[in-house]
């Protein structure tokens, strides 16, 4: 049998990625289940809209934490892109404070309509769990949808940082500049974990076929010069 190295010393951020297909969500819920089974307490996400994350673990997710039968100290969930998407609006408008009006409130939920806000709100909930807002585990590992969107994810806290440094006024599908302001040092806290490779490891998940091969290969270039600009930058 192979050694899965990435259990020799597993780090407290596991992210499972590669080609549709290819197996990653097998993977992901066996690494979990073979660190639930150490001792460890072990949170596994699924990023992934189109996830079968509930099939594989015969369990109906919210995005919530929802134990797994029979697997004592394992948790998992489902990032809901569009019940994030609602939170962060609520969120955002109660920033605004009683004196915005009704018109300017109207405005800005508008403003938050988008699917760049659904992104940006599947995100939050991203970050907060590198930020630490679910405390008490040991592991949180992400079986993430294929590579493109994974590699969009892990470079979205430096992009948006720099959005938050470059301006300092207006709005944009984030939501107005001065409620953005108290996320910025969460983006900043994401920074630092993508960009520690002891606090975060990033699995590859390929097969025995050209093609995956060589997205895996594209991935691993990609993704390691992302995050040596994370490192660079936090």
Same mark, same amino acid.
């Given at each position: 049998m192979l050694h899965f190295r990435a259990l020799d010393a597993p780090t407290p951020f596991l992210f499972f990625?590669?080609?549709g297909g290819v197996g990653k969500t097998s993977l992901a819920c066996a690494t979990a289940i073979g660190l639930a089974d150490?001792?460890?307490?072990? @949170?596994?996400?699924s990023t992934d809209p189109a996830s079968n994350l509930d099939e594989m673990l015969e369990v109906r997710l919210t995005d919530s934490p929802?134990?797994? $039968? +029979?697997?004592?100290?394992?948790?998992?969930? +489902?990032i809901d892109p569009e019940a994030a998407a609602e939170s962060y609006r609520t969120r955002v408008l109660e920033q605004l404070g009683p004196a915005v009006t009704a *018109? *300017?409130?109207?405005?800005?939920?508008?403003? =938050?309509?988008?699917? !760049? %806000? %659904? *992104?940006?709100? #599947?995100?939050?909930?991203?970050?907060?769990?590198?930020?630490? &807002?679910?405390?008490?585990?040991?592991?949180?590992i992400f079986d993430t949808a294929p590579t493109g969107h994974t590699l969009r994810l892990l470079s @979205?806290?430096?992009?948006? %940082?720099?959005?938050?440094?470059?301006n300092d006024r207006g709005a944009? !599908? =984030?939501? $107005?500049?001065?409620g953005l302001k108290m996320q910025e040092e969460r983006f900043r806290q994401a920074l630092r974990a993508l960009g520690d490779p002891k606090r975060t490891?990033?699995? =590859?998940? %390929? /097969?025995? &076929? /050209?093609?995956?091969? /060589? *997205? #895996?290969?594209?991935?691993?270039?990609n993704s390691t010069r992302s995050i040596s600009r994370t490192r660079l930058s936090s």
């Open positions: 990625t590669g080609k150490r001792g460890s307490r072990v @949170l596994l996400v929802v134990p797994v $039968p +029979n697997a004592a100290g394992l948790f998992a969930m +489902n *018109e *300017e409130r109207s405005t800005v939920r508008e403003q =938050l309509s988008g699917a !760049c %806000t %659904t *992104e940006i709100a #599947a995100f939050d909930e991203f970050v907060g769990l590198l930020d630490g &807002d679910l405390a008490g585990f040991d592991h949180i @979205l806290p430096k992009a948006w %940082t720099g959005f938050l440094k470059g944009s !599908c =984030l939501g $107005p500049h001065s490891t990033v699995v =590859l998940v %390929t /097969r025995a &076929d /050209r093609s995956a091969i /060589r *997205e #895996a290969a594209r991935t691993s270039a």
